[in-house]
């Protein structure tokens, strides 16, 4: 809180701002990536589960994808409500909330267990739990994140960088794409 609270203090947003410094939402709702949205309904419902939900475009030449169908979704979802063509029905849910695998539920331990250890002062004893993290779930990119965060020496601890995992995708996208109609993503060149 103390590195967002200044920005957060100064965009006097007029919602709800959650810092989740134990990543317990990340846990609860299977996110791997930043930025995502997941839309719940007044009833506490999930209509729409974890996804890249970019409101601008200041990251395309990144992640390739255009704002304007997502943010769209949104308008049409907050005006139609459960009419929404963007609402998914129970059985598109089901499909895609599968339940966590083995191997993600002990990543998620692992990361816990780096996270403690890191801030006990033992940064040096964190590392293997972070490696393991990352090798039980190596398309999770907040794992990713924060380990290279914590490091002073990302290449020296992990034998890599954020920039150059990021690299090592080729033409796998770093940010799945929605599953909105008009979402396209646009590789530089295509």
Known sequence: MKDAG????????????????DHLVTKLYGLANVPTGVWINEQGKIVRPGEVAFIDDRYKA??????????NAIRDWVENGERSQFVMTDAELKKRMTPE???????DAEFS????????????GAIPHFKEAQRLAPD???????????STNPERDYGTTFAKEVQRLGD?????????PGVVVKKPGG
Not at 62 to 71: D, R, T
Not at 172 to 180: F, L, N, Q, S
Request: aromatic share 16%; net charge negative.
């Open 6 to 21: 200044p920005w957060i203090t100064k965009a006097n947003p007029e919602f709800i701002v959650l810092i989740d410094q």
């Open 62 to 71: 990144f992640s390739h994808l255009e704002s304007a169908p997502y943010v």
């Open 101 to 107: 695998s083995p191997e993600r539920l002990m990543a």
């Open 113 to 124: 267990l780096a996270e403690y250890i890191y801030h006990t002062g033992n940064s040096d």
């Open 140 to 150: 999770n990119w907040n794992y990713k994140r924060q380990a290279y965060l914590l």
């Open 172 to 180: 796998k996208p770093y940010y799945p794409a929605p599953e909105i």
